[in-house]
Nanobody, 118 residues
Framework: EVQLVESGGGMVQAGGSLRLSCVAS????????MSWVRQAPGQGPEWISG????????YYRDSVRGRFTISRDDAKTTVYLEMNDLKPEDTAVYYC????WGKGREYWGQGAQVTVSS
């Protein structure tokens, strides 16, 4: 069974930092690209960052590039999202997301609330 368990959300003031973690299980993590997606109140899901399995190439949405850093530790089957210089518009529920080709479907974590006050 595929599981994605996130941790590290919270409430910070603008300009602050948080680090999210997502521990994955139930699939071959080292061979699988990983992503983070967020959903702000009243809005649809928004992809914000991804990291490839093959060479750890990273990708970012323009609004977070330069402030957020995605990384992975294959030995711990964990993907991280380091978030710096947080802004009130970053307030959202953040989800770890994966498409597992061997199972032919996507999976979402339970979500981590991030709230940034001005």
């Amino acid at each position: 069974e595929v599981q994605l368990v996130e941790s590290g959300g919270g409430m910070v003031q603008a300009g602050g930092s948080l680090r999210l973690s997502c521990v994955a299980s139930g699939f071959t993590f080292s061979n699988t690209d990983m992503s983070w997606v967020r959903q702000a109140p009243g809005q649809g899901p928004e992809w914000i960052s991804g990291i490839k399995a093959s060479d750890s190439t990273t990708y970012y949405r323009d609004s977070v590039r330069g402030r957020f850093t995605i990384s992975r530790d294959d030995a711990k089957t964990t993907v991280y999202l380091e978030m710096n210089d947080l802004k009130p518009e970053d307030t959202a529920v953040y989800y770890c997301w994966v498409y597992v080709w061997g199972k032919g479907r996507e999976y979402w974590g339970q979500g981590a609330q991030v709230t940034v006050s001005s």
